[in-house]
């Protein structure tokens, strides 16, 4: 059964780094599209930054210049480095993917989430 299995989140001060991970697992036949989402307590779920079908980023205003978004096509990982961490960065991070697998030709994955943690 596919999965996305997230890591590298954890508590960091003010204008830390972090790298995310998602990797994906399973009978995967194609990745469709790719993404990291977030949600702050008391706040709507929103994306951070995402990969198009072609591999084009897409960010957050909130989040240009400080965090990039890539993907290891050979290891089926996704990553996201996160630079110069606000406090407003805090949030539950999620990862998202678009998948063909054997069972379906375009269904939407999700990772349990991974906690991030910014200081003042």
């Known amino acids: 059964q596919v999965q996305l299995v997230e890591s590298g989140g954890g508590l960091v001060k003010t204008g830390g780094s972090l790298r995310l991970s998602c990797a994906a697992s399973?009978?995967?036949?194609?990745?469709?599209?790719m993404g990291w989402y977030r949600q702050a307590p008391g706040k709507q779920r929103e994306v951070a930054a995402a990969?198009?079908?072609?591999?084009?980023?897409i960010y957050a205003d909130s989040v240009k210049g400080r965090f990039t978004i890539s993907r290891d096509n050979a290891k089926n990982t996704l990553y996201l480095q996160m630079n110069s961490l606000k406090p407003e960065d805090t949030a539950v991070y999620y990862c998202?993917?678009?998948?063909?697998?054997?069972?379906?030709?375009?269904?939407?994955?999700w990772g349990q989430g991974t906690q991030v943690t910014v200081s003042s």
């Open positions: 998202k993917a678009n998948l063909r697998t054997a069972s379906d030709f375009s269904r939407d994955y």
């Open positions: 990969l198009t079908f072609g591999g084009d980023p």
């Open positions: 399973g009978s995967i036949f194609t990745v469709h599209a």
